[in-house]
Protein backbone atom coordinates (compact mmCIF):
# COMPACT_ATOMS: atom_id res chain seq x y z
CA UNK A 1 0.00 0.00 0.00
CA UNK A 2 1.50 3.53 -1.18
CA UNK A 3 -0.52 5.61 1.11
CA UNK A 4 -2.02 6.88 -2.07
CA UNK A 5 -5.65 6.42 -2.43
CA UNK A 6 -7.46 7.23 -5.34
CA UNK A 7 -11.22 7.09 -6.17
CA UNK A 8 -12.92 5.20 -7.98
CA UNK A 9 -11.60 2.06 -8.41
CA UNK A 10 -13.46 1.18 -11.56
CA UNK A 11 -15.79 4.07 -13.48
CA UNK A 12 -18.40 3.24 -16.42
CA UNK A 13 -20.04 5.99 -18.50
CA UNK A 14 -21.07 6.71 -21.88
CA UNK A 15 -19.22 9.15 -24.65
CA UNK A 16 -20.27 12.79 -24.52
CA UNK A 17 -20.31 12.07 -20.81
CA UNK A 18 -18.63 13.84 -17.88
CA UNK A 19 -16.58 12.36 -14.99
CA UNK A 20 -14.36 13.20 -11.95
CA UNK A 21 -11.03 11.20 -11.00
CA UNK A 22 -9.99 11.97 -7.06
CA UNK A 23 -6.86 11.52 -5.54
CA UNK A 24 -5.73 11.71 -1.56
CA UNK A 25 -1.95 11.96 -1.89
CA UNK A 26 -0.09 10.37 1.01
CA UNK A 27 0.09 12.25 3.93
CA UNK A 28 2.83 15.12 3.90
CA UNK A 29 3.06 15.34 -0.01
CA UNK A 30 2.60 18.25 -1.37
CA UNK A 31 2.90 17.15 -5.31
CA UNK A 32 -0.06 15.35 -7.34
CA UNK A 33 0.59 14.12 -10.67
CA UNK A 34 -1.74 12.04 -13.24
CA UNK A 35 -1.03 9.84 -15.68
CA UNK A 36 -2.58 8.12 -18.06
CA UNK A 37 -2.00 4.12 -18.97
CA UNK A 38 -3.65 2.74 -22.22
CA UNK A 39 -2.65 -0.49 -24.52
CA UNK A 40 -1.94 2.35 -27.54
CA UNK A 41 -0.43 4.80 -25.58
CA UNK A 42 1.66 3.24 -22.63
CA UNK A 43 1.98 5.55 -19.66
CA UNK A 44 1.48 8.92 -20.65
CA UNK A 45 2.43 12.41 -18.15
CA UNK A 46 -0.83 14.46 -17.82
CA UNK A 47 -0.34 17.29 -15.37
CA UNK A 48 1.75 17.78 -11.96
CA UNK A 49 0.37 20.33 -9.30
CA UNK A 50 2.69 21.47 -6.51
CA UNK A 51 1.36 22.92 -3.56
CA UNK A 52 -2.21 23.79 -5.48
CA UNK A 53 -0.06 25.11 -8.28
CA UNK A 54 0.38 23.79 -11.45
CA UNK A 55 3.75 23.26 -12.36
CA UNK A 56 3.67 20.92 -15.47
CA UNK A 57 1.74 19.89 -18.13
CA UNK A 58 2.09 16.86 -20.86
CA UNK A 59 -0.05 15.20 -22.71
CA UNK A 60 -3.39 16.53 -21.65
CA UNK A 61 -6.37 17.09 -24.11
CA UNK A 62 -8.23 20.60 -23.66
CA UNK A 63 -11.23 18.25 -22.77
CA UNK A 64 -9.27 17.16 -19.99
CA UNK A 65 -8.19 19.54 -16.56
CA UNK A 66 -7.33 18.84 -13.07
CA UNK A 67 -7.09 20.69 -9.73
CA UNK A 68 -5.52 20.75 -6.43
CA UNK A 69 -7.36 21.96 -3.13
CA UNK A 70 -5.94 23.42 0.12
CA UNK A 71 -6.19 19.98 1.77
CA UNK A 72 -4.00 18.42 -1.14
CA UNK A 73 -6.55 16.18 -3.07
CA UNK A 74 -6.76 16.12 -6.52
CA UNK A 75 -9.20 15.98 -8.72
CA UNK A 76 -9.35 15.12 -12.49
CA UNK A 77 -12.29 16.30 -14.96
CA UNK A 78 -12.27 14.38 -18.28
CA UNK A 79 -15.29 15.88 -20.43
CA UNK A 80 -17.01 15.12 -23.65
CA UNK A 81 -15.57 11.51 -23.58
CA UNK A 82 -14.73 9.36 -26.46
CA UNK A 83 -14.38 6.05 -26.44
CA UNK A 84 -10.28 6.46 -26.82
CA UNK A 85 -10.69 7.84 -23.16
CA UNK A 86 -10.92 4.11 -21.98
CA UNK A 87 -7.63 3.53 -19.79
CA UNK A 88 -6.35 3.43 -16.27
CA UNK A 89 -5.63 6.35 -14.62
CA UNK A 90 -2.61 6.62 -12.15
CA UNK A 91 -2.58 9.39 -9.77
CA UNK A 92 1.17 9.44 -8.29
CA UNK A 93 2.46 11.43 -5.35
CA UNK A 94 5.59 13.12 -3.44
CA UNK A 95 7.15 15.14 -1.10
CA UNK A 96 8.59 18.05 -2.85
CA UNK A 97 8.75 18.94 -6.54
CA UNK A 98 12.30 17.87 -7.44
CA UNK A 99 12.63 15.17 -9.59
CA UNK A 100 14.50 13.40 -7.35
CA UNK A 101 11.55 13.10 -5.08
CA UNK A 102 10.23 9.32 -5.13
CA UNK A 103 6.70 9.37 -6.71
CA UNK A 104 4.35 6.98 -4.79
CA UNK A 105 1.38 5.36 -7.31
CA UNK A 106 -2.26 4.70 -6.29
CA UNK A 107 -3.81 2.10 -7.50
CA UNK A 108 -5.34 3.60 -10.32
CA UNK A 109 -9.42 4.20 -11.79
CA UNK A 110 -10.07 2.22 -14.66
CA UNK A 111 -12.32 3.94 -16.79
CA UNK A 112 -14.63 3.00 -19.37
CA UNK A 113 -16.37 4.88 -22.11
CA UNK A 114 -19.23 2.62 -23.63
CA UNK B 1 12.84 16.30 -27.45
CA UNK B 2 13.17 13.39 -24.60
CA UNK B 3 12.31 9.99 -25.01
CA UNK B 4 12.99 6.40 -23.46
CA UNK B 5 12.82 2.99 -25.23
CA UNK B 6 12.66 -0.38 -24.32
CA UNK B 7 13.39 -1.86 -26.91
CA UNK B 8 11.92 -5.78 -25.62
CA UNK B 9 8.33 -5.84 -25.49
CA UNK B 10 8.30 -8.70 -23.55
CA UNK B 11 10.81 -11.37 -22.37
CA UNK B 12 10.60 -14.57 -20.58
CA UNK B 13 13.39 -16.07 -18.62
CA UNK B 14 13.35 -19.12 -16.53
CA UNK B 15 13.36 -18.84 -12.59
CA UNK B 16 16.67 -18.79 -10.88
CA UNK B 17 18.21 -16.97 -14.43
CA UNK B 18 19.29 -14.24 -14.59
CA UNK B 19 17.67 -10.99 -16.35
CA UNK B 20 18.86 -7.93 -18.36
CA UNK B 21 15.89 -5.31 -19.10
CA UNK B 22 17.33 -3.04 -21.70
CA UNK B 23 16.74 0.81 -21.49
CA UNK B 24 17.86 3.53 -23.53
CA UNK B 25 17.09 7.33 -23.31
CA UNK B 26 17.51 10.37 -24.78
CA UNK B 27 17.87 13.51 -22.93
CA UNK B 28 20.18 16.67 -23.53
CA UNK B 29 21.14 16.84 -19.76
CA UNK B 30 22.39 14.46 -17.43
CA UNK B 31 18.95 12.18 -16.56
CA UNK B 32 17.17 11.42 -13.64
CA UNK B 33 16.42 7.71 -14.27
CA UNK B 34 13.95 5.49 -12.87
CA UNK B 35 12.47 1.85 -12.88
CA UNK B 36 9.49 0.49 -11.52
CA UNK B 37 7.91 -2.15 -11.27
CA UNK B 38 4.08 -3.02 -12.52
CA UNK B 39 1.95 -5.96 -10.87
CA UNK B 40 -1.20 -6.56 -12.52
CA UNK B 41 -4.00 -4.98 -11.31
CA UNK B 42 -1.83 -2.83 -9.69
CA UNK B 43 0.00 0.93 -9.46
CA UNK B 44 3.44 1.55 -9.90
CA UNK B 45 6.42 0.80 -7.36
CA UNK B 46 9.97 2.38 -7.49
CA UNK B 47 12.43 -0.15 -7.94
CA UNK B 48 16.00 2.25 -7.98
CA UNK B 49 16.94 5.05 -9.30
CA UNK B 50 19.96 6.86 -10.57
CA UNK B 51 20.60 11.04 -10.25
CA UNK B 52 24.18 10.81 -10.07
CA UNK B 53 27.74 9.36 -8.51
CA UNK B 54 28.38 5.71 -8.67
CA UNK B 55 26.88 4.30 -11.79
CA UNK B 56 25.69 1.11 -10.42
CA UNK B 57 22.45 1.34 -8.29
CA UNK B 58 21.15 -1.29 -6.07
CA UNK B 59 17.38 -0.95 -5.46
CA UNK B 60 14.97 -3.33 -3.71
CA UNK B 61 13.90 -7.00 -4.25
CA UNK B 62 17.37 -7.63 -5.41
CA UNK B 63 17.84 -5.76 -8.85
CA UNK B 64 20.35 -3.60 -9.76
CA UNK B 65 21.22 -0.91 -12.59
CA UNK B 66 23.72 0.29 -14.20
CA UNK B 67 24.19 4.13 -16.06
CA UNK B 68 26.27 4.22 -19.24
CA UNK B 69 26.48 7.77 -20.12
CA UNK B 70 28.49 6.80 -23.57
CA UNK B 71 25.74 4.09 -24.35
CA UNK B 72 22.97 6.21 -22.86
CA UNK B 73 21.51 3.08 -21.52
CA UNK B 74 20.44 2.12 -18.10
CA UNK B 75 19.60 -1.25 -18.07
CA UNK B 76 17.76 -3.60 -15.03
CA UNK B 77 19.67 -6.91 -14.05
CA UNK B 78 18.71 -9.31 -11.65
CA UNK B 79 20.89 -12.40 -11.00
CA UNK B 80 18.18 -14.53 -9.74
CA UNK B 81 14.79 -14.56 -10.94
CA UNK B 82 11.93 -15.70 -8.52
CA UNK B 83 8.41 -16.37 -9.87
CA UNK B 84 6.95 -13.44 -8.34
CA UNK B 85 8.97 -11.08 -10.43
CA UNK B 86 6.75 -11.63 -13.45
CA UNK B 87 5.26 -8.37 -13.92
CA UNK B 88 5.79 -5.29 -16.31
CA UNK B 89 8.84 -3.39 -15.98
CA UNK B 90 8.82 0.71 -16.69
CA UNK B 91 12.08 2.38 -17.45
CA UNK B 92 11.69 6.39 -17.13
CA UNK B 93 13.65 9.46 -17.37
CA UNK B 94 12.65 12.64 -15.30
CA UNK B 95 12.54 16.11 -17.27
CA UNK B 96 14.50 18.71 -14.70
CA UNK B 97 12.70 21.92 -15.15
CA UNK B 98 9.71 20.57 -16.73
CA UNK B 99 8.89 18.81 -13.58
CA UNK B 100 7.53 15.54 -15.13
CA UNK B 101 8.41 12.20 -15.87
CA UNK B 102 8.56 10.49 -19.45
CA UNK B 103 7.84 6.44 -19.17
CA UNK B 104 9.03 3.94 -21.89
CA UNK B 105 6.62 1.67 -23.06
CA UNK B 106 7.04 -1.10 -20.66
CA UNK B 107 8.23 -4.77 -20.37
CA UNK B 108 6.65 -7.26 -19.30
CA UNK B 109 8.47 -10.33 -18.00
CA UNK B 110 7.41 -13.36 -17.93
CA UNK B 111 9.01 -16.16 -15.58
CA UNK B 112 8.68 -20.30 -16.16
CA UNK B 113 9.22 -22.87 -13.97
Known amino acids: DSGVTQTPKHLITATGQRVTLRCSPRSGDLSVYWYQQSLDQGLQFLIHYYNGEERAKGNILERFSAQQFPDLHSELNLSSLELGDSALYFC?????????????FGPGTRLTVL | AQSVTQPDIHITVSEGASLELRCNYS??????LFWYVQSPGQGLQLLLK??????LVQGIKGFEAEFKRSQSSFNLRKPSVHWSDAAEYFCAVGVTGGFKTIFGAGTRLFVKA
Open chain 2, 50 to 55: YFSGDT
Open chain 1, 92 to 104: ASSVDVGMDNEQF
Open chain 2, 27 to 32: YGATPY
